[in-house]
């Protein structure tokens, strides 16, 4: 069982600094945007078993062969009032800080989520009352600013904004790609996909490969976001709406900014081939295994 | 709302039904509104005697600017509360952009 929590702790370690910092540069990635997604949940699902696992691991391994047997002679130790005199402080501790791990990434998910709610339903009440429904698309509001902005609020009960700014600026094709954007946002619950990596970042802000995670899943969700607007509209329409919101967006002073939209632009206009159909299927199955590696070393 | 924006002080629900007189609202309806606004924190309600008074927290253009403040600020920490068409900023990059936007 040493072994495994070894095995357990060296996994989470490549995952979290050296895979995801790696992963982040891949290429093909914008080939295949929802298989590097998968991918992307792998890695911090296997990442997060690995870290909060292996001491668990570790700290219960003089108990007995595996962690299911370990519990066990736990469980029946603990009831019959005794202490197991293998498990000394050194392995306690262990256990102990695993789980302290473990409760604090759920704990920042859990306050994060609520805390995204409660913005939400604030959002959504001042929308309610200040924005107008917009009669050429149900569930889409407009707001009376000119500035330039399309949105989406994500949830149960979501919204669709644009700004008065956005139905001035472009034309009604590509008013209608912003939405289809927004709408995959809506359908596909980007938001859940993007939780995960924004709770590891507040977790351990001190990992360089978190950071790189959020950015690269947050680059993805725009990606198919586009790859859905760019079916339902031409994508010279998609191409021209980014092109007029973006230029106007306060944020284009950043350099950053704007390679991002270039890269976009670009990627939408040349349209780059799908991966085959084979290497697709081989990113799927890839995601799995890096779930069932770390959940065979807990388990066996 | 709209009337109590319009209003320059406080008004009391009377007052509100009133204004909208040609909709033939009932006062109960207009109370219940009042208190839904009161909840969600649009209005706040103020005790003289036994009439109430009710005025907007912020102005029209405050809240649009908070609506729009939220959706400009590309922030993928905010726990993602919505999704923008141009995507997030990274953190480091923001904090300039706050810079550019003071």
Not at chain 1, 92 to 101: D, E, P, Y
Not at chain 1, 249 to 274: C, G, K, M, Q, V
């Amino acid at each position: 069982m040493a072994l495994a929590a070894l095995g357990l702790l060296v996994l989470g370690v490549v995952l979290a600094e050296p895979a995801s910092r790696g992963f982040s540069k891949a290429r093909w990635t914008r080939r295949d945007p929802v298989g590097a997604l998968l991918v992307w949940q792998a890695i911090g699902l296997a990442g997060g078993l690995s870290l909060v696992g292996c001491g668990v691991v570790y700290g219960l391994s003089p108990l007995g062969d595996s962690l299911p047997a370990a519990v066990g002679t736990l469980v029946r130790e603990w009831n019959e009032g005794r202490w197991p005199a293998r498990f000394d402080a050194v392995h306690l501790i262990a256990a102990l800080a695993s789980v302290g791990v473990g409760a604090r990434l759920l704990w920042v998910l859990g306050t994060m989520y609520v805390r995204t709610l409660r913005a939400r339903r604030r959002h959504r009440d001042l929308l309610d009352v200040l924005a107008t429904p917009w009669p050429d698309s149900p569930g889409t509001r407009v707001l009376d600013h000119p500035q330039p902005v399309a949105y989406c609020l994500p949830g149960r009960s979501s919204r669709l904004v644009v700004s008065a700014g956005v139905l001035e600026a472009l034309e009604p094709e590509e008013v209608w790609a912003v939405l289809a954007h927004e709408r995959s946002h809506l359908r596909e619950r980007h938001d859940l996909v993007v939780l995960p990596f924004v709770a590891w970042g507040a977790t351990a802000p001190f990992v360089r490969g978190m950071e790189c995670a959020q950015v690269a899943v947050a680059e993805l969700i725009e990606m198919r976001a586009d790859d859905v607007a760019a079916c339902k509209s031409e994508p010279h329409e998609l191409v021209g709406a980014l092109k007029t919101v973006g230029g106007s967006a306060p944020a284009a002073a950043l350099s950053s900014f704007t390679d991002a939209l270039e890269a976009r632009i670009e990627r939408i206009s040349s349209h780059p081939r799908p991966l085959p159909w084979a290497a697709r299927i081989g990113v799927r199955v890839c995601a799995v295994a890096l779930v069932a590696v770390p959940t065979v070393l807990l388990l066996l | 709302m709209e009337v109590l924006w319009a209003a320059t002080g406080e008004l009391t629900a009377r007052e509100v039904q009133e204004s909208l007189a040609d909709r033939e609202l009932a006062t109960t309806t207009v109370l219940t509104v009042l208190g839904r606004l009161e909840r969600k924190q649009l209005v706040v309600r103020t005790r003289d005697g036994r009439a109430h008074h009710y005025r907007p927290t912020a102005s029209r253009e405050d809240h649009v600017a908070e609506l729009m403040n939220d959706a400009l600020d590309g922030a993928p920490d905010r726990g993602a509360a919505l999704a923008r068409f141009l995507g997030s900023i990274p953190s480091e990059e923001r904090r300039k952009l706050r810079d550019l936007l003071d």
